[in-house]
């Protein structure tokens, strides 16, 4: 049979879901899930995740820390070791230890640590991730080949900024968008401080989190076609990554709608740019080994 010179060739990545959680709920420890975001209390583990991801065309995962400790690192550890759909694992370190370096070169040793993120939003000082001692644990990432998933509210930009002007080698990304003011329709200043971190071309950033930063029993799709404006004019299709945010994405929307979203406003890009939106450009910044070569079964 002669080939068909118009047919497409096949995908050269999976297809990735750069951005979700697994945890075994505690109602202590994970105090942070208010009634409000009652359908998260209860655990999220890879069998239940393994269905989303069956429906909506996801080849395989990034597991992201919720909690800050080692054992969270550990346990995502262990949930990739028994799942080849776990690519990669961004876990939680202390980076404030003037030891950091001991335990950086220890979770070196595990493929799939991919890297470290602090959730920095919550800190009260909004000034935290410019702090020297927090700049000297993040710039000891590197040697190891680790990268850091930035979580910050856009009030925390200007930090952020700061952090990657000192350390402008580092591979960061963005969670969420930097959590724009959806709900409140509201995109300044944070549209000028995006544009501003993304001159740095080791910065990229998550279409992740936009349903939890909208109202979440009204939003519409259009709520934020201004802020998808916004990144994708900044970081372009080739340092913009898909990520659900699952389980989190359900106090406000199923998978299906979070991943809907984000395939609509990409329609008319080429092939080649959604698949690195969905895969390639996950795959690229993580390093993810597995998704380039596909998945024992």
């Known amino acids: 049979m002669i080939a068909d010179p118009g047919r497409v060739e096949a995908k050269m990545f999976m297809n990735i879901d750069s951005h979700q959680h697994f945890w075994r709920y505690d109602a202590t420890r994970d105090a942070w899930i208010t009634e409000e975001m009652a359908v998260l209390k209860r655990d999220f583990l890879p069998e239940q995740f393994a269905a989303e991801c069956a429906a909506n065309g996801i080849d395989a995962s990034v597991a992201v820390q919720a909690d800050q400790s080692e054992d969270e690192t550990n346990f995502l550890l262990d949930l990739a070791k028994k799942s080849s759909s776990i690519a990669g694992v961004v876990g939680w370190v202390n980076l404030l230890w003037p030891r950091a370096a001991e335990r950086l070169e220890h979770f070196s040793h595990f493929e799939k640590l991919r890297g470290?993120?602090?959730?920095a939003q919550a800190e009260k000082d909004d000034g935290f991730l410019a702090r020297d001692d927090f700049v000297k644990g993040v710039a000891q990432l590197r040697q190891f080949g680790f990268t850091y998933d930035i979580l910050i509210y856009a009030r925390q930009l200007p930090a952020a900024i700061d952090l990657v002007a000192r350390i402008p080698e580092q591979r960061f990304v963005i969670d969420h968008l930097a959590k724009p003011e959806i709900?409140?329709?509201?995109?300044?200043p944070w549209a000028t401080l995006m544009r501003e971190i993304a001159q740095n071309k080791n910065i990229f950033c998550k279409v992740s989190g936009l349903v939890s930063e909208a109202g979440w029993h009204n939003w519409k799709p259009e709520d934020f076609r201004?802020?998808?404006?916004?990144v994708f004019e900044a970081f372009g299709a080739d340092r913009l990554m898909f990520g659900s945010d699952w389980p989190v994405c359900l106090v406000a929307a199923s998978y299906r709608q979070v991943k809907q979203l984000a395939e609509d406003f990409v329609k008319g890009y080429s092939e080649v740019d959604r698949d690195k939106i969905f895969g390639g450009n996950a795959t690229r910044f993580y390093g993810l080994k597995a998704a380039k070569h596909g998945f024992a079964a």
Do not use: G, I, Q, S
């Not at 470290?116 to 959730?119: A, D, I, K, P, T």
């Not at 709900?183 to 300044?188: D, G, I, L, N, T």
């Open 116 to 119: 470290f993120r602090h959730v």
């Open 226 to 230: 201004p802020y998808l404006n916004v």
């Open 183 to 188: 709900k409140a329709k509201k995109a300044e």
